[in-house]
């Protein structure tokens, strides 16, 4: 009956690991008892990624870290959390045990940064740099010394297992916005809206 009045029957949902939400956590469990027997899959991409997956069709919602500018066919929200994101490296590292650290110090080691799948050269930076299209990849790479990385605090907090340290740069840590995103052309169903009502009240 729900599928004949419009409901969709799976709702995909993509969302950053720089955004960490309890009310996302609450929200499922209404979500779940609202809509028993919907399909719900989530998955987990960063910045343009994300954006693709929308204009793509295959997700029809994101939770991605606030860009200057969206593709027209998207429609967005900054919710009301924000995160932090900080510099980890393990406490082997050299740079765990450096006094003083600034940009200098950070060019002199290897980055660990992210880079997105769609666009991966887009943000290269110069200098030695490692790359993977995942924070969570990120932090297993610092957690085993090849290089500091910007990561998002609540990441190193659950699931960092005391294994990274926080390194102490001026600019750092920074906060970060998160926005929703929905296509215009093809917008959520019942379901779907009804979640980004949740998430945006």
């Given at each position: 009956g729900q599928l004949?009045?419009?409901l969709e029957a799976k709702l995909t949902v993509a969302i950053s690991d720089t955004y960490q939400?309890?009310?996302f956590e609450r929200s499922l469990i209404d979500f779940e008892?609202?809509?028993?027997d919907l399909?719900?899959?989530c998955l987990i991409a960063e910045c343009d990624d994300l954006i693709a997956l929308v204009q793509r069709g295959r997700a029809h919602i994101a939770f991605a870290e606030l860009q200057p500018?969206?593709?027209?066919?998207?429609?967005s929200a900054t919710v009301d959390e924000c995160t932090e994101i900080a510099l980890f490296v393990s406490p082997r590292h050299a740079l765990a045990s450096a006094s003083h650290i600034d940009q200098n110090s950070l060019r002199q080691h290897r980055e660990l940064r992210l880079a997105t799948i769609v666009?991966?050269?887009?943000?290269?930076?110069?200098?030695r740099v490692w790359s993977a299209p995942s924070y969570l990849m990120l932090l297993e790479m610092a957690q085993r010394g090849f290089g500091w990385a910007p990561l998002p605090r609540w990441l190193v907090t659950r699931w960092g297992n005391g294994e990274?340290?926080?390194l102490t740069v001026r600019g750092w840590p920074r906060p970060v916005a998160v926005d929703a995103l929905w296509s215009r052309l093809?917008?959520?169903g019942p379901a779907g809206s009804w979640l980004l009502e949740k998430m945006l009240a």
């Open positions: 004949a009045q419009g939400s309890d009310r008892q609202r809509y028993p399909e719900l899959e500018a969206y593709p027209p066919d998207l429609v666009n991966p050269y887009e943000t290269r930076a110069g200098g990274l340290v926080e093809h917008p959520p």
